[in-house]
T-cell receptor, first 113, second 113 residues
Framework: GQQVMQIPQYQHVQEGEDFTTYCNSSTTLSNIQWYKQRPGGHPVFLIQLVKSGEVKKQKRLTFQFGEAKKNSSLHITATQTTDVGTYFCAGVPTQGGSEKLVFGKGTKLTVNP | ETGVTQTPRHLVMGMTNKKSLKCEQHLGHNAMYWYKQSAKKPLELMFVYNFKEQTENNSVPSRFSPECPNSSHLFLHLHTLQPEDSALYLC????????????FGPGTRLTVT
């Protein structure tokens, strides 16, 4: 079946260090979405990328969508303790006919103050 | 954020009990979803409803029975559950399926004893 793989599964950083999580799909995606889930909370939508090679920024967060629309990344510059949580990517495969949003397994980020 | 509400927030039930989870969205969306979140499978799509019609059943056991009486309300009826069904059950909604961002409720933490 269509899969969205996310690496790493866990990442522990010191406050102030940078962090990157990667998302890879076995098939082309029509779009990619990113969500953040704080500990004890629920996933919250961060951003959506649609165009090949698209780059979007939200303060210290930079999101990229690959040229082939099969991969994406989220980069956080100078992490803060408020960045703690699990980051999920999710995409809609262009093949298969289903409009189902397929989630990756997430990257759990912990930040040591 | 109160766009998507879920009740109850916590539920403990025996394997022979029958209970229902309720989800309500106040966003005017047309699509609603049930997800199961556990340590093994972080975000597992269960059901999708689009304009009150079920469009996706992700091979969910029949002991889980969804109901969508209108675009604002979604129920998950539970009966004869197993301990491995203990998880966080998340409801989400979106304008439509596929390329639209999803808004999640706070979830129901279910424990099956």
């Amino acid at each position: 079946g269509q899969q969205v793989m996310q690496i790493p599964q866990y990442q522990h950083v010191q406050e102030g260090e940078d962090f990157t999580t990667y998302c890879n799909s076995s098939t082309t995606l029509s779009n990619i979405q990113w969500y953040k889930q704080r500990p004890g909370g629920h996933p919250v939508f961060l951003i959506q990328l649609v165009k090949s090679g698209e780059v979007k920024k939200q303060k210290r967060l930079t999101f990229q969508f690959g040229e082939a629309k099969k991969n994406s990344s989220l980069h956080i510059t100078a992490t803060q303790t408020t960045d703690v949580g699990t980051y999920f990517c999710a995409g809609v495969p262009t093949q298969g006919g289903s409009e189902k949003l397929v989630f990756g397994k997430g990257t759990k980020l912990t930040v040591n103050p | 954020e109160t766009g998507v509400t879920q009740t109850p927030r916590h539920l403990v039930m025996g394997m022979t009990n029958k209970k229902s989870l309720k989800c309500e969205q106040h966003l005017g969306h047309n699509a609603m979803y049930w997800y199961k979140q556990s340590a093994k499978k972080p975000l597992e799509l269960m059901f999708v409803y689009n304009f009150k019609e079920q469009t996706e059943n992700n091979s969910v056991p029949s002991r889980f029975s969804p109901e969508c009486p209108n675009s604002s309300h979604l129920f998950l009826h539970l009966h004869t559950l197993q301990p491995e069904d203990s998880a966080l059950y998340l409801c989400a909604s979106s304008q439509r399926t596929s390329s639209y961002e999803q808004y999640f409720g706070p979830g129901t933490r279910l424990t099956v004893t």
